[in-house]
């Protein structure tokens, strides 16, 4: 049920929020910030599992990450529907939950679902905000969209320092039993599902960390640059 939280993260599918900034969500948690996770699709069109399959873990993912709430919106796998009618779901999503931060994917990916998600979720989060878009709910607009990247590799605004909250990113995407490696499974074998998959995020998380000094790091975009108060603090750390 969707609820007023501080940030919400949106996604193409089960398991992007995970895979990028699931260790960003679990550090603002236990920083006592509310956080709520939507994905557009309900992920039918993966090679492994069900949408009732993967339902199950990403509620089990969220539980594991503190998120205050997980909803599923339906645009359709594969070729997530980008009209007014969704437009203004997500408009409504906003309104209700009035956060002031929104995250997306940025829309320059590999895969199609990820740029239109990146690009309705910041087009809504700015038309939430126009009074005169008259819905059941009052306007709210957020300070900002912030994107985060999945497959292609942008040149980050900022990286939050995750280090003590890694492992519990890991937790949360073993609980997508059926989509990530699992020695056990007889479900056919995807790139994702390989080992070397998962190594290839612990290799991301330490490389985005290594840019800021610290064990572990996610990435993040914004179109405008974040507020700066303590340069010296912004960049402790990285000289011993
Ligand atoms: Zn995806």
């Known amino acids: 049920m969707l609820e007023p939280v501080d940030m919400i993260f949106f996604g193409a599918h089960p398991d992007d929020i995970e895979l990028s900034c699931g260790a960003t969500i679990a550090k603002a948690v236990k920083d006592g910030l509310r956080v709520g996770i939507i994905e557009l699709t309900r992920g039918e069109l993966g090679t492994r599992g069900t949408p009732k399959i993967r339902r199950r873990e990403a509620l089990k993912a969220a539980g594991i990450l ?91 605004s900022f990286v939050v320092d995750v280090t003590k909250t890694w492992k519990t990113k890991m937790r949360a995407i073993a609980a997508f039993k059926s989509q ?43 179109k405008q640059p974040p507020k700066v108060d303590d340069i010296i603090a912004a960049y402790e750390g990285r000289e011993p």
Not at 192 to 220: C, N, P, Q, S, T
Request: neutral net charge; proline residues 7%.
């Open 180 to 222: 990530f490696h699992n020695p056990k499974s007889k479900e056919p074998p995807t790139f994702i599902a390989d080992k070397k998959f998962l190594e290839m995020i612990e290799a991301r998380g330490r490389h985005f960390g290594a840019l800021i000094g610290v064990e572990y790091g996610e990435a993040f975009m914004t």
């Open 66 to 156: 503190g998120a205050r709430f997980r909803e599923q919106l339906d645009f359709g796998d594969g070729g997530i529907r980008t009209g007014r009618d969704e437009e203004m779901q997500i408009v409504a999503a906003v309104r209700r939950c009035k956060p002031k931060v929104v995250f997306t994917m940025w829309p320059d990916d590999r895969h199609p679902d990820h740029i239109r998600t990146g690009q309705i979720v910041a087009q809504a989060s700015f038309l939430s905000g126009l009074r005169a878009l008259e819905t059941d709910l009052p306007a709210h607009r957020p300070q900002v969209t912030i994107y985060y990247p999945q497959n292609y590799l942008v040149t980050p």
